[in-house]
């Protein structure tokens, strides 16, 4: 299926979403919203949601906005094709989503266990690029249970999602990983971690230096951060890295 490309809407209005797919108090689906104008992003607020409830309210706010999603949008054609579900996107994610986590956790379990050690996992040709985890695994992290837990959701809210969905024009989502970014100013450098034994003195300081880096524009995208003081002190303090991660 293809779509014919649209004039855009201005997207001044930005959302960075940390998707959880359990979210509680403790771990919510944080969504940071600013502004883009004049290769500078201004941070306004952090959200913080705790059920998905709520995270599907705020995806019905009329646009135009663009928000950008930490969760996998698909599957792998290799896992698809040898289960035999369908191959296009939209009756994909109904039969996904139609499934029960444990039905999801057994049949990737079932694929896995057949194929042989160090290729376990079916990968999509955007894993590698993005150095993110295959969006078939269910665990450390479980991003396969946050596909089946968010995509319904936007599908749901009517949202746009480019070559895969025509939706609400102005309102488009796009997968995105905040490692990506992160990576490129850290290297292998940790700056995070939801282990409280783990939130080290050293990942203090490599927030603080991905942060200087994003306030300053030293990255591919060209783009300069502003916070406020109180802002700033936020994601620093923030040691599991989710706020800092929607930002990213």
């Known amino acids: 299926m293809t779509f014919q490309a649209p004039h855009p809407p201005a997207f001044s ?10 979210p509680t108090r403790v771990k919510p689906i944080t969504v940071a919203l600013g502004r883009c104008e004049q290769r500078v992003a201004r ?24 928000g950008v999603f930490d969760l996998p949008f698909g599957l792998p054609r290799e896992l698809v094709r040898t289960l035999g579900w369908p191959l296009d996107w939209l009756p994909l994610m109904q039969h996904y989503a139609a499934l029960s986590r444990e039905q999801v956790r057994d049949t990737f379990a079932g694929f896995c266990d057949a194929r042989p050690v160090g290729g376990k996992f079916a990968h999509r040709a955007t894993d590698g690029p993005a ?13 396969a249970y946050m596909l089946h837990a968010g995509v319904p959701l936007l599908i749901e809210a009517g949202l746009h999602l480019p070559g895969l969905h025509a939706g609400d024009e102005t309102r488009v989502a796009l997968e995105g990983y905040p490692g990506l970014l992160a ?3 850290l290297g292998t450098r940790s700056y995070k971690s939801d282990t409280k034994a783990k939130q080290t003195p050293d990942r203090l300081i490599a927030r603080k230096d991905l942060i200087d880096a994003l306030e300053q524009g030293r990255t591919r995208l060209g783009l300069r951060l502003r916070l406020s003081h109180a802002q700033r002190d936020a994601l620093v303090a923030d040691a599991s890295g989710d706020k800092l991660d929607a930002v990213l």
């Open 43 to 66: 941070l306004e607020r952090i959200e913080a949601h705790t059920t998905f409830e709520s995270f599907a309210t705020w995806l019905r706010t009329a646009g135009p906005w663009l």
């Open 183 to 185: 990576h490129e100013v």
């Open 13 to 22: 209005a930005i959302a960075g979403i940390d998707f959880t797919s359990r």
């Open 131 to 143: 150095g993110s985890s295959p969006s078939m695994k269910w665990v450390n992290p479980p991003v």
